[in-house]
C-alpha cells in the first residue's frame, strides 16, 4: 500500500489482547519455550487494571473498612471517607493509567509486545496497524490465541444512543465525586459503582429491572445487598423499566415506566457487557464477527478447522470474571505448548489441559458491603442438570459474626446434590464473607462427601462457624 510500511515476522504464537486474560495465555506459552508475541490495542494490563476491578475495588474499600470499623463496639469511627485521598489512592493502583510495569513484566517473561489493534487475515496470519498507522503481518506457526475481553452493551432504549453517559470505565476512573448519579442496571457494575460512590457523598439512584438487584443470585443476595444500599442513601427503583434517555440543562434524565422521572448529573448505564469480536477479521476464518467464541475446554475456538485458533477470558462469553479467564488462559498456555511437543490430543476432564471448573465451580465475589460470594451453581441450576438437589439456607450467627461486628446481618446456603452427597453450590451474604468462599470452591472442586467434610472443623470463634451449623442443619 502506498505510504505504508509493512514488516512480516513469524513467532510460534501469537496472543490478541493484552489483558490480564492475554498476559496470562502468553506468558505460560513462553514459558513452554515457544515464542511468543502478545499485541495490544491500548493498555497492557486491560480493563480490570485501569477501567474495572482495581479501580472498582480501591474505590470500595475505604468505604468497606469504615463501614466495618463503625460496627465493632467501643470502636469510635467518627470519620467521614476522604474522597480526594481515596481517589488518589485509586489512580495509585491502577498505576495512574500508565502500563509501564505490565510491559516491563511481559518483556521480563520473554514476551515480544507489539503495540496496535490486530485482526485475522487467514489462518495463523494477522495485521497488526500500529499506533504510527504502520501494517505488522505476523505469522504464528502453532497457535493465534484470542483475549479480547468484551465491551458494554447499551439497550436500544429510545434517546440513549444520542446522550452522554458513563460506563464503566468513566464510573471507574472519575475524578470527582458527581454530585447526583443515576444508574441503570442492578447487576454487579451497577451495585458496587452505586454503593462506591454513594459512599463518597453522591446522591445515588439505582433503576432496576427486576424485583430486586443481583437477580441472577440466590434471592436473599438481592435482598441485603438492597438493604446494606438504602443504609447508604441509595435511592433504588425495583420493576423500573426505562422508557427514554435525555440531555437536560446539568445532566441526565431517565423517564422511567409509570412516570417517574430520575435526573442526575451522570447515568452510569451497567447493564452487562458483550464478547469483543468485532474488527478482528473472523470472517476471513469462516466465523462470524460480532458473536462470541465457541471453545472446548482447552480453549480450542470451535467452527476452525486446524486446531490453531484458541481463545480465552471474556471474548469467549464463559463467566466474565478475570480470576476465571487467567484460568481458562493458563490452560490455553499449557495446552498450546504441550500440543507443539506432541504430547496432547483431547485432554482429560481435570487434567491442566482442561478448564474442568467452568462447568463446576466458578467463584464470584461481589464487593459490596454487605459481600456477596458464591461459587458453584444455584439450586434452579442444578435442577436443570437434572441433580436431585437439596438446600440448606440459614442466617450467619455463630460466635465468630457476633464478634465481628454488632447485629452482623447475613445468610448463608448450600445446594447438596443428593444422590452423590456432595456440594454443588453455596453463598455467602454479609460483611467481609468473602474470605469464606475458597473453602467452598475446594469442596466442590473436591466433590468432598458430606461425612468427610464434617470432620474439617472450623476453628472457634470464626465466621467459619456457619460450615458446622451448614452441616448440622442438612443432619450431619
Ligand atoms: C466495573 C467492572 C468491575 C469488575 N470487577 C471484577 C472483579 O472484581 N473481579 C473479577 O474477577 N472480574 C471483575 N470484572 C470483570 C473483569 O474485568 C473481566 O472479566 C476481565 O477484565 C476480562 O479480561 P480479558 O483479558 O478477557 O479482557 P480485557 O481486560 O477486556 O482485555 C482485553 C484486551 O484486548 C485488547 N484488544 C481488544 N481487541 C484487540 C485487537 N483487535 N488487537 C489488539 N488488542 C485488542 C483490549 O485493548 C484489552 O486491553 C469487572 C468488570 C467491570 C466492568
Ligand atoms: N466483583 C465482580 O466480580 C465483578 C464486578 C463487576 C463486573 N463484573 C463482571 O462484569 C460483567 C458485566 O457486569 P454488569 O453488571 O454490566 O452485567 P450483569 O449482567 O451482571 O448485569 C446487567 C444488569 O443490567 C440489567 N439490565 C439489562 N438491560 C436493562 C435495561 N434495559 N434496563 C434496566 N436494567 C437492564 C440486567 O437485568 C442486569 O441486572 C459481569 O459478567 C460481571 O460478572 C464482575
Redesign the pocket.
Known amino acids: 500500500m502506498w505510504g505504508v510500511r509493512v514488516t512480516s515476522e513469524t513467532f510460534d504464537v501469537v496472543v490478541v489482547g493484552g489483558g490480564a486474560v492475554g498476559e496470562n495465555a502468553a506468558g505460560r506459552a513462553a514459558r513452554g519455550g515457544l515464542s511468543t508475541a502478545l499485541v495490544e490495542a491500548d493498555l497492557v494490563g486491560g480493563e480490570c487494571s485501569y477501567w474495572?476491578?482495581m479501580p472498582?475495588k480501591a474505590l470500595l474499600r475505604p468505604g468497606s473498612a469504615l463501614a466495618a470499623a463503625r460496627r465493632v463496639p467501643g470502636v469510635r469511627a467518627d470519620e467521614h471517607l476522604a474522597a480526594a485521598e481515596v481517589l488518589a489512592s485509586r489512580d495509585g493502583f491502577t498505576a495512574h493509567w500508565n502500563d509501564a510495569g505490565q510491559v516491563d513484566w511481559a518483556e521480563g517473561a520473554g514476551l515480544t509486545v507489539v503495540r496496535g489493534r490486530a485482526r485475522l487475515t487467514g489462518p495463523r496470519a494477522l495485521t497488526v496497524t500500529t499506533p504510527d498507522g504502520e501494517s505488522r503481518a505476523l505469522t504464528a506457526r502453532h497457535a493465534v490465541v484470542l483475549c479480547t475481553g468484551?465491551e458494554?452493551?447499551k439497550?436500544p432504549?429510545p434517546g440513549l444512543a444520542d446522550t452522554p453517559v458513563w460506563t464503566?470505565r468513566e464510573a471507574t476512573s472519575a475524578h470527582e465525586v458527581p454530585g447526583r448519579l443515576a444508574v441503570?442496571?442492578?447487576?454487579?457494575?451497577?451495585v458496587?459503582m452505586a454503593q462506591a460512590w454513594a459512599r463518597l457523598g453522591a446522591a445515588v439512584t439505582l433503576?432496576?429491572?427486576?424485583d430486586r438487584?443481583?437477580?441472577?443470585l440466590p434471592d436473599f443476595a438481592g435482598a441485603l445487598v438492597a438493604d446494606g444500599l438504602r443504609a447508604d442513601g441509595v435511592d433504588i427503583r425495583l420493576n423500573?423499566?426505562?422508557e427514554r434517555v435525555s440531555t437536560v440543562a446539568g445532566g441526565v434524565a431517565v423517564q422511567l415506566s409509570g412516570g417517574d422521572r430520575v435526573v442526575a448529573d451522570h447515568l452510569l448505564v451497567?447493564?452487562?457487557?458483550r464478547p469483543a469480536t468485532g474488527g478482528l477479521g473472523l470472517e476471513h476464518v469462516g466465523l462470524t464477527p460480532g458473536e462470541p467464541l465457541t471453545v472446548d475446554d482447552s480453549g480450542l475456538v470451535a467452527g476452525v478447522a486446524g486446531g490453531w485458533l484458541y481463545a480465552a477470558g471474556d471474548v469467549t462469553g464463559r463467566?466474565?470474571?478475570?480470576h476465571q479467564g487467567k484460568y481458562g488462559a493458563r490452560v490455553v498456555g499449557d495446552a498450546i505448548v504441550a500440543r507443539a511437543r506432541g504430547e496432547l490430543d483431547q485432554p482429560r476432564p481435570w487434567s491442566p489441559h482442561a478448564a474442568t471448573a467452568y462447568h463446576a465451580a466458578v467463584p464470584?465475589?461481589?464487593?459490596t458491603d454487605p459481600e456477596v460470594a458464591s461459587v458453584g451453581r444455584t439450586a434452579e441450576a442444578a435442577r436443570r442438570d437434572g441433580v436431585r438437589t437439596r438446600v440448606v439456607e440459614l442466617d450467619i450467627a455463630v460466635a465468630g459474626s457476633a464478634l465481628h461486628a454488632r447485629d452482623y446481618t447475613g445468610r448463608a446456603s448450600m445446594v447438596v446434590d443428593e444422590d452423590r452427597r456432595v456440594l454443588v453450590g453455596v453463598t455467602f451474604v454479609g460483611p467481609d464473607v468473602a474470605e469464606l468462599l475458597h473453602a467452598a470452591t475446594i469442596a466442590i472442586v473436591g466433590e468432598v462427601p458430606l461425612d468427610r467434610l464434617w470432620h474439617a472443623v472450623p476453628a472457634y470463634p470464626t465466621v467459619s462457624e456457619v460450615w458446622l451449623r451448614l452441616l448440622e442443619a442438612y443432619g450431619l
Open positions: 474495572a476491578c472498582s468484551s458494554p452493551v439497550p432504549i464503566s441503570l442496571g442492578g447487576g454487579v457494575v451497577g458496587e433503576i432496576v429491572a427486576e438487584p443481583l437477580a441472577k423500573a423499566r426505562a451497567a447493564t452487562g457487557r463467566a466474565m470474571l478475570t464470584q465475589v461481589v464487593f
